[in-house]
């Protein structure tokens, strides 16, 4: 039996296992992200959601089971190869050379250097400062910069970067709520126009409003991937985090509102 090429942008973690420091971190965890959607990994701290996006991004190599891009093993593409076909944004936005905010969003343009791609550069960098609405902060050095605002320039070199997948980790950690929001409606544009996204995000409300499918972690261990209101419930929660967790419908939007349970 034959089967379809899969669409540009699939990516697969397939039974993959980690120990760091001798302690295991990941445990068998199978996994897949498909173009036009936004996939949210969440968990409680220390549960393993930051490995497994290292492991995806093919910043750290799994002890066992393999990664594949596009049916492509990811060990087998060189570097600048596999910085046009997937971005990184991580928790840390420090850059301690002097760079202004512009110069910062060009770096997402770098490994299109000396390719047809490069033509539309200026275009790009232009359309993600305007998106990440920091056109009033180009000139300025990106270390002067509130951790808020360094969040959002590192958002806009990943949207320069302009790749097939896109892996954040906590993008809205230090943003306020106006900008929490305006951020994820650029991923969920983002997705819409094809692109695989993958978030790690704490707020559970967050990843009820504008994910398409959740995996829940704990352990180093996925517990389940699924739609968010298959797998966003108030038993699997509580016993993901080990606390009571509330699950209600906004009445008028009809979202999924998570809260603790205080009572």
Not at 8 to 21: C, I, N, P, Q, S
Not at 195 to 220: C, N, P
């Amino acid at each position: 039996m034959t089967t379809s090429a899969p669409t540009a942008g699939t990516l697969v973690a397939d039974d993959v296992h980690v120990a760091l420091g001798g302690r295991p971190v990941l445990h068998g965890v199978s996994l897949t992200a498909r173009p036009g959607e936004l996939l949210a990994l969440v968990g409680p701290n220390g549960c393993g959601k930051s490995t497994l996006l290292s492991i995806l991004a093919g910043i750290r190599t799994a002890d066992d089971g393999r990664v594949l891009l596009d049916d492509r093993p990811l060990h087998e593409f060189a570097t600048r190869e596999l910085a046009r076909h997937r971005t990184l944004v991580t928790q840390t936005n420090r850059i301690d050379t002097p760079f202004t905010v512009r110069e910062v969003v060009e770096l997402g343009r770098y490994p299109w250097l000396r390719t047809p791609e490069a033509t539309r550069s200026a275009e790009l960098i232009d359309a993600a400062i305007d998106a990440c609405e920091i056109t009033d902060l180009v000139d300025r050095p990106f270390p002067q910069l509130s951790g808020g605002q360094q969040a959002r320039v590192s958002l806009a070199r990943a949207l320069a970067q302009d790749t097939p997948v896109l892996l954040l980790d906590e993008p809205t950690a230090a943003l306020d709520i106006g900008h929490t929001e305006q951020v994820l409606k650029i991923l969920r544009d983002r997705a819409a126009a094809g692109v695989t996204i993958v978030l790690v995000v704490h707020d559970l409300s967050l990843a009820a409003a504008y994910a398409d499918r959740v995996a829940v972690m704990k352990d180093g261990r996925l517990l389940a991937v699924g739609p968010v209101a298959e797998t966003m419930t108030a038993r699997l929660l509580a016993d993901t985090y080990d606390h009571p967790v509330r699950v209600t419908t906004h009445p008028e939007t009809g979202e999924l509102l998570i809260t603790p349970d205080r009572g």
